[in-house]
């Protein structure tokens, strides 16, 4: 963004004074600083404001953001300093729309000429003139994508400013490694003309093989979502989602647990998520911390569906730079941890919370174990198992430290580290759960009390003897858009039915612990 403002000022040296001192005969630094300071707490008002190069935004939308700083530059006490600023914090706010390019951007101030029989004034009143360039409308886009555990390829199409309000269209197509087919459609705006205030519709059918579990899960649904930006720079989201659940695919080696499962069934779920990311790289953290939640209700109230439940799920990581002494820059060693912890409540549908409640689903509960959680042990190895189906459980709790070490002649800047690690987790189910495959879900139907005395015992079981643990060393690599893992881990600790896995282990991901 540019900005030209000019000022003046006068040497109070005499040129033809030979006694004259080298610091009369120029200004100083502190003086140039002090006349800008002067210069900027003069009165100023803004007389016109003009936007170019938004040929296909509507002037509504221009409106809700510049029209304020218009006005609150009017009054008479407003200097210049404020004016500089309160179009900086608008043009901001403009380029959070996402429909200008970010080089775009420039600013030019000059000022208004004044009427010959207008009466001299020490205000300035100035003529702003904002210019900006916008993005393509129409955007098409394949690659490969990462996520975590699993790699696809994909096709996206993306329309932006659809109606001149900084509206998307956003259409995908991917097939992957575990999902075998996934599309989507979500239609974005924000609201009230404010980029940190949206509003998101999508259209959602995937198709996804679990091979833990010995089954294939196909979903099809909607959900309507509202985002908002926090002063403190904290994300909230929350969203409405309906979606219809086949589990279906089975292996004919699938466990009693997962055939009694199996079949369809429809969630209907309120979901809250907050998200305050101050991390310095989110995908090699050296330093900041991470805190994000995630609550979900479903089928209880007036929500409908054949599932009900109260879900949550917390996470807080950190890391901090290790100084080393003799080194004047950064060393590039640092240390981190991370804690996540989640809890599954079986609710009656309904109003009540005294009904028969059934519980939960394998397509519901928590898995965990695999390179991007609890490193060591096999996708979903950690928690009960029926045979060799990874089943899930209603309460885990997991944990991580770890140390990244800058490899030699790579320097402290460079993507690629050593890493030394250590992690542990627990994940417990409900202990009335077990048995589904001897009763049918409806003969293990729970009253309020059991499934409280149950939620009860599995937290209890959380903290009842070792955790499983494993340890390892590895190399990590941060790409833009994912982190690659590849590890030696060793599992130290190992409960009866669990899987871990010694030896190297690849994690391709973006969330990991």
Do not use: C
């Amino acid at each position: 963004m540019a900005a030209s403002l000019g000022f003046g000022g006068s040497n109070a040296a005499d040129k033809g004074n030979s006694t004259a001192t080298p610091s009369t005969a120029q200004p100083s630094y502190s003086g140039t600083t002090q006349m800008l300071d002067e210069h900027l707490l003069t009165p100023a008002s803004i007389s016109s404001l003009e936007v170019h190069g938004a040929a296909n935004t509507r002037r509504s939308l221009l409106d809700h953001i510049f029209k304020p700083v218009v006005e609150d530059t009017a009054p008479a006490g407003t200097t210049l300093g404020q004016v500089l600023d309160r179009v900086g914090v608008a043009t901001k706010k403009l380029a959070r729309f996402d429909i200008f390019k970010e080089e775009g951007f420039g600013v030019f101030l000059s000022e208004a000429p004044r009427p010959e029989s207008a009466p001299p004034t020490d205000r300035t009143d100035l003529d702003i003139s904002i210019r900006v360039k916008e993005k393509s409308r129409l955007v098409f886009s394949a690659g490969t994508d990462f996520g975590n555990a699993e790699g696809s390829a994909y096709t996206n199409a993306v329309a932006r400013n659809i109606f001149g309000g900084a509206e998307t269209l956003s259409v995908n197509a991917s097939t992957g490694t575990r999902t075998r087919s996934a599309y989507n459609g979500t239609f974005s705006t924000p609201i009230n003309g404010n980029p940190d205030l949206r509003l998101s519709v999508e259209a959602l059918r995937s198709a996804t093989q679990k091979p833990w579990a010995s089954h294939e899960e196909q979903l099809t649904g909607a959900n309507l979502r509202l985002a908002w930006l926090t002063d403190n720079s904290g994300t909230h989201a929350l969203a409405y989602s309906t979606v219809w659940r086949q589990l279906t695919g089975l292996a004919a080696t699938a466990s009693p647990t997962v055939r009694t499962d199996a079949g369809d069934s429809l969630k209907s779920s309120l979901t809250h998520t907050f998200t305050r990311d101050r991390r310095d790289n989110p995908m090699l953290p050296q330093n900041g911390y991470l805190l994000r939640s995630i609550s979900e209700l479903a089928g209880w109230g007036p929500l409908n569906g054949d599932v009900s439940f109260a879900k949550t799920e917390v996470e807080a990581s950190g890391a901090l730079p290790v100084t080393i002494p003799g080194l004047a820059s950064k060393s590039g060693v640092s240390v981190g941890g991370g804690l996540r912890l989640g809890l599954l409540y079986p609710l009656p549908s309904g109003y009540s919370l005294a009904g028969a409640t059934q519980p939960s689903r394998i397509n519901d509960r928590f898995q965990l174990g695999g390179p991007t959680d609890v490193r060591g042990f096999k996708l979903g190895g950690l928690g009960p198992h029926d045979g060799a189906d990874a089943v899930g459980g209603d309460v885990f709790a997991a944990g991580s430290v770890n140390a990244l070490f800058p490899l030699p002649r790579t320097g402290p800047d460079s993507p690629l580290r050593l890493q030394l690690f250590a992690n542990a987790g627990r994940l417990v189910a409900l202990s009335s759960s077990k048995g589904a495959e001897k009763e049918g879900r409806e003969g293990l139907a729970m009253d309020s009390t059991a499934v409280f005395q149950g939620v009860k015992s599995a937290v209890g079981e959380l903290t009842n003897g070792l955790p499983s643990l494993a340890a390892g060393v590895g190399l990590v690599y941060a790409h833009p858009v994912a982190r690659f893992e590849l590890n030696f881990s060793l599992p130290l600790v190992l409960r009866k039915g669990e899987e871990g896995r010694k030896g190297l282990q690849i994690g391709v991901g973006i969330n990991f612990l």
